[in-house]
């Protein structure tokens, strides 16, 4: 990740649209740059994208450090450091981000609910579902890192401040702990060692307290929080007892289908995923399907997660769905 601060000053904002391809504030270098970015992210799709961040880094040597905002649809920007090797793939306009979740959550533009963004990261998810093409919702975005956290308290302000943007790691209980790892999408609590950044620990439960969200409220809960899944879980009894549907990423190297097996196994919930076979999310009684879908040890494959007849009438009613735009 570039160490650009969000708010260092430039002539002009360099900027993309990812529904024109146009792009603005960019002299040659920049434009050649954005089309070899462009062109690695068409080649290595073949791949899933294996490769691009590599190359990226390599451009990264031959860029300005200077944010790119990009704009995700009319009333939504996202701002990144430019050759940034995990978003720059949102330069590519065939590219989609998660794909089954941008399925999901435009199916539910009209559910009345409040996303609480665990691991947001630079707010990317809180950015759209707060977005009027999917629903205007309210959003809490929850990201320890302090050089994220910039990030995203930077796409909070340049989207009017429509989401609420909160500095802690999710777990079990309340504390603290050590953050570590190299690369800004992947940063973890786990491992216990006192290296890293240490940040504060809060509970999904303690959230809504803290937060003041009224327990008979509807939410979805987002959960990318690389390793901590369970402890999260743990942490949100009250809260995913009740009107809630909740989201966990399955990375595709972890064969064991931990999350989902913790799921079935130990919590009441009903588990759907996003099957290619039949355009839907079908729901999981056993991980076998899992074996099938999870194709690429590189991906990151989501789960949904509940206990609410009203978001498991929701989820089953969505699709077929297709890839294609």
Not at 83 to 89: A, F, R
Not at 217 to 223: E, F, N, P, Q, W
Not at 308 to 319: D, F, N, Q
Request: charged share 20%; aromatic share 10%; glycine share 10%.
């Amino acid at each position: 990740m570039n160490s650009i601060a969000p708010e260092h000053s430039f002539n002009s904002v360099l900027t993309f649209d990812r529904a024109t391809g146009e792009v603005a504030g960019a002299g040659a270098r920049e434009r050649l740059l954005i089309g070899a970015m462009q062109a690695g992210a068409a080649i290595s799709s073949a791949w899933y994208f294996r490769g691009f961040a590599a190359g990226c880094q390599g451009l990264r040597t031959l860029s300005a450090e200077q944010p790119i905002e990009v704009r995700l649809n009319e009333d939504a920007i996202f701002s990144f450091p430019f050759c940034d090797g995990y978003w720059s793939l949102l330069l590519f306009s065939r590219y989609r981000y998660e794909f089954d979740i941008e399925m999901f959550f435009k199916g539910i533009a009209d559910a009345d609910y409040t996303l609480i963004d665990g691991g947001a990261n630079f707010g990317y998810w809180s950015v759209l579902t707060s977005s009027r093409p999917y629903g205007s919702h309210h959003s809490i975005a929850i990201e320890p890192s302090s050089a994220n956290f910039t990030w995203l308290s930077r796409n909070a302000s340049r989207n009017g401040g429509r989401f609420a943007p909160v500095k802690a790691a999710i777990g079990a209980t309340e504390g603290v702990a050590h953050l570590s790892g190299r690369k800004h999408e992947a940063l973890s609590i786990v491992g216990g060692s006192d290296a890293g950044e240490e940040v504060p620990v809060i509970t999904l439960d303690s959230l809504m307290e803290r937060m003041k969200l009224d327990p008979k409220g509807r939410y979805v809960a987002k959960l990318d929080v690389e390793g901590v899944e369970i402890a999260a879980i743990a942490g949100g009894e009250k809260l995913l007892s009740g009107d809630c549907v909740m989201i966990c990423e399955e990375h595709g190297n972890d064969r064991n289908h931990t999350i989902s097996r913790h799921i079935l196994d130990h919590t009441p919930f009903k588990l759907f995923c996003y099957d290619p076979a039949t355009g839907r999310f079908e729901q999981l009684t056993d991980v076998s399907p899992l074996d099938r879908i999870k194709r690429a040890v590189n991906y990151g494959y989501n789960v949904l997660a509940t206990a609410s007849p009203y978001w498991e009438e929701r989820i089953r009613a969505l699709g077929p769905f297709s890839r294609e735009r």
